[in-house]
């Protein structure tokens, strides 16, 4: 009887420690932060059905701050203040309208570095900058926080970033500078200033001035 109940204690103290060793840290745990769970491999589309989106906002996470989750598409989008560096030039003066869309800012910068290979000093109202030292440039070629894959913000996104993350005293962008944006209207750039009392709000800047440099990046999540 005693080796009976010897046998069954060993086997139970195993059957329980073989189960603690199997919990699958990748299902959401109500015990963690928002973070540890994303750190833990729990996917965004989890913690987005326990919490709602909004609990993503802020969230330092794969080089920035999260600022919008694209759940169709399955990409968290993650920005960061990188006005370390100064203010940055646009670069060469050009016609170019594109796109305002949160996610924009991909196509936007490569069309931008694109349009700088070109000779714009022969185009109407163009310009050449006369160096690879601009902003889109700068981004499109950085490694930055373990990521090579930054882009420059559409004015959707940086709007999404002001009301998502930086309205909710999160972040790390400077309300004292204007931020590029990689969305154009013809010649002109929109911009956008952080200050609070500005309201939040993207306006059209001009590409002969100098201004603060926003990162974004994607980061795809799996869908449970």
Known sequence: MKKTF?????????YCNDSDDRINLTVYNPELT???????????????EALGVASLYGV???????????QAAGFLYIASDYSSIGPSSWGDHFDLTNSAEIGAGLA???QIVDGNLNDNSNVINGLEFGSDDYVFKIVSDLEYQNYDDWFVPSSGSMKAIYD???????G?????????????????????GFNTNWGGEVF?????NSNGVMLV???FVAQD
């Open 172 to 192: 790390n962008f400077d309300e004292t500078l204007v931020y590029w944006t990689s969305t154009k209207d013809g010649y002109a750039p929109f911009v956008m």
């Open 60 to 70: 330092e996470y794969a080089g920035g701050f999260i600022y919008h989750f694209d």
């Open 6 to 14: 010897l046998l069954l204690l060993t086997f139970t103290l195993f």
């Open 34 to 48: 928002v973070l540890e769970n994303l750190d833990n491999g729990v996917s965004a589309f989890s913690i987005t």
């Open 204 to 208: 059209l800047g001009s590409c002969f």
């Open 108 to 110: 936007n910068t490569q």
């Open 164 to 170: 998502n993350v930086h309205s909710q005293d999160q």
């Open 217 to 219: 990046r994607k980061e």
